[in-house]
C-alpha cells in the first residue's frame, strides 16, 4: 500500500503541475526552476515516467542558442515575483532569467534512462534520451566556455543565485566589493509572502539586483560577464555537481556509442579532477568555495562541503577530514546536513542557506556517501531527511536544531526527493 505521504507527495506535484513544467512553490516561486525540475523529474519518474521526461524537456525549451540554460523560465506572466522579465531583459523566448543554475539535469537523465530500460521501454525513451543528452551536453560546455574563465575545471558563479544557495555566508565576504550605489528603487515580493526573518538582508537584496543589471549592462554576453564580473567565485557546489553530471553524461556516451561526446567528457572530468583541489581549504581541512578575485577561501563549511563523494572525487585523507567535520557537526545538531556548519559564527537556524536543511542537498550527500563506502553516513542522511518531513510536513527546508519547516510549504523537491527515497528503500 502507499505511504500516507507518498500519496501527499504525489498530490503535491500533481498540484503543482502547470503542464509540462512543475512551479516550486504556488506562492513563492510560480515559474520553471532549472536545478528544482531536474529533482522533481525524479519524484515523477516514481509514478508517471512519461512526465518525468516531458518536465527536463521543458526545462530544456528554455535553452539559448550558445547553451546556456537559464535558472528560471518564465511561462506565464505574473506581477507578484521580483525580479520578473522587465527586470531581467533576455529578450528571449520563451522568458527567461540571465544566469544559470546548478546542473543535475545530466544525473538525472542517466538515472531516468536507467529506470526506463529497468521498466523495459529502452525502446520508446531512447530517441527522447538521445535528444536530451546532446542538450545537456551543450550547456555543460557552455559551462566550460562562460563559467571557468581561467580554465582551472571548477564552476566560477556569477550570482550567488546561480549557486542555488542564494543567501549563504560564502558569498558574503565577495559581495562586499559589489558597489550598490546606483541600485535605485524596486520592490521585493519574497518578504510579503515569508517571514523577514528567513530572507536575505536588505544590502544582499541590493547586491543581487545590482549582478541582474551588470549582466543586462553586457546584454547578457556570457563570456564578458565570465571574464569581469564584480562577483567571481568558484562554487564548491555546482564544482562537485558538474563534475558528477560529466561522469553521468560520459556514462550515457559510451551506453549509446558517441564515441565522440565519451572522448571530449573525458577530456572534461579529467581537467576538473585535476583542478579541483583549487578548492581544498587546507587551513580549515574541507571542501569550501573559493573567491577567485582575491584567491581566498570562503572559509565556512557548508552542506555542500560533503559532495566531493558525490562528485565521484576519492581521496583518504580528505575524506577522512570531511567525515570528521560530518561527525562534529552531528553531535551538535539534531538532524543534518545544516547548510552551514552549526559552529560557524554565522549560522542562523532559520535563515536561507545559512542553517536550514535542503532535502535535495541531502540527496546528493547521500548518493555520494553510499557510492563512496560510508554507508552509515548515507543511511543517517536519509532518515533524517524522512523524519523532517514526516515531523514538520513537505516545507522548503528545515531547522537542524528542532526540525521546524522554513520558507514555503507544499514544496516540489521536496515531495520528489520523499518519493526518491521511498523507491530507493523499496528496492535495497
Ligand atoms: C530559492 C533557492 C533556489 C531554488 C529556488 C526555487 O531561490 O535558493 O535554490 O532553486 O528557491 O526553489
Known amino acids: 500500500m502507499l505511504h ?3 500519496a501527499k507527495a504525489e498530490a503535491i506535484l500533481r498540484k503543482n503541475d502547470r503542464g509540462g513544467y512543475t512551479v516550486p512553490n504556488g506562492r513563492v516561486y510560480p515559474f520553471q526552476w532549472n536545478w528544482d525540475s531536474a529533482f522533481v523529474a525524479l519524484g515523477f519518474d516514481t509514478f508517471d515516467r512519461d512526465r518525468a521526461w516531458v518536465e527536463i524537456e521543458t526545462l530544456m525549451k528554455g535553452q539559448w542558442d550558445d547553451g546556456f540554460v537559464p535558472h528560471i523560465i518564465f511561462w506565464t506572466p505574473d506581477g507578484g515575483y521580483f525580479p520578473g522579465p522587465a527586470v531581467w531583459q533576455t529578450d528571449k523566448n520563451p522568458v527567461t532569467s540571465g544566469i544559470t543554475q546548478p546542473p543535475v539535469a545530466g544525473t538525472v537523465l542517466k538515472q531516468l534512462w536507467q529506470s526506463a530500460c529497468a521498466g523495459g521501454e529502452q525502446a520508446a525513451f531512447r530517441g527522447r534520451a538521445l535528444a536530451l543528452f546532446d542538450k ?13 574563465f581561467e580554465g582551472r575545471g571548477v564552476v566560477v558563479a556569477v550570482h550567488p543565485w546561480e549557486t542555488g544557495r542564494d543567501n549563504s555566508p560564502e558569498w558574503d565576504a565577495p559581495g562586499l566589493v559589489i558597489d550598490t550605489s546606483n541600485v535605485g528603487e524596486y520592490q521585493r515580493r519574497d518578504i ?12 544582499d537584496y541590493d547586491r543581487y539586483v545590482t ?3 551588470f549582466g543586462r549592462g553586457l546584454g547578457w554576453d556570457h563570456a564578458a560577464i565570465g571574464a569581469t564580473s564584480p562577483f567571481r567565485v568558484a562554487d564548491v557546489g555546482m564544482t562537485m555537481i558538474l563534475l558528477r553530471a560529466n561522469r553521468d553524461l560520459l556514462w550515457l556516451a559510451q551506453e549509446f556509442g558517441l564515441t565522440d561526446a565519451a572522448k571530449a567528457l573525458t ?4 581537467r576538473s579532477i585535476a583542478g579541483v583541489s583549487y578548492l581544498w581549504d587546507d587551513t580549515i581541512h574541507a571542501w569550501c568555495s573559493r573567491n577567485t578575485i582575491t584567491g581566498r577561501s570562503s572559509g565556512h563549511i557548508t552542506s555542500t562541503s560533503f559532495l566531493s563523494f558525490y562528485a565521484g572525487l576519492r581521496d583518504p585523507a580528505r575524506d577522512a577530514a570531511s567525515i570528521a567535520h560530518l561527525e562534529r557537526i552531528s ?5 543534518l546536513a545544516p547548510s552551514l556548519d552549526v559552529e560557524d559564527g554565522q549560522f542562523d537556524l532559520m535563515r536561507y542557506w545559512r542553517g536550514p536543511i535542503w532535502s535535495v542537498v541531502n540527496y546528493m550527500i547521500a548518493q ?4 563512496a563506502g560510508f554507508g552509515d553516513w548515507a ?15 513537505f516545507y522548503e527546508a528545515f531547522s537542524p536544531i528542532d526540525g521546524c519547516g522554513t520558507g514555503g510549504e507544499d514544496f516540489s523537491w521536496t515531495a520528489a526527493i520523499w518519493l526518491a527515497l521511498q523507491l530507493q528503500m523499496a528496492k535495497a
Request: charged letters at 30%; a positive charge; hydrophobic letters at 35%.
Open 331 to 335: 553531535h551538535k545538531s539534531r538532524y
Open 192 to 203: 510579503t509572502h515569508l517571514d523577514t526573518k528567513m530572507r536575505p538582508t536588505k544590502a
Open 267 to 270: 577530456e572534461a572530468v579529467e
Open 379 to 393: 543511511k543517517r542522511i536519509n532518515d533524517d531527511t524522512l523524519s523532517l518531513i514526516e515531523v514538520a510536513g
Open 211 to 213: 549582478l541582474v543589471q
Open 136 to 148: 545537456v551536453l551543450k550547456w555543460h560546455q557552455w559551462f566550460a566556455r562562460n563559467r571557468d
Open 4 to 6: 500516507p505521504l507518498s
Open 368 to 371: 555520494g556517501l553510499a557510492e
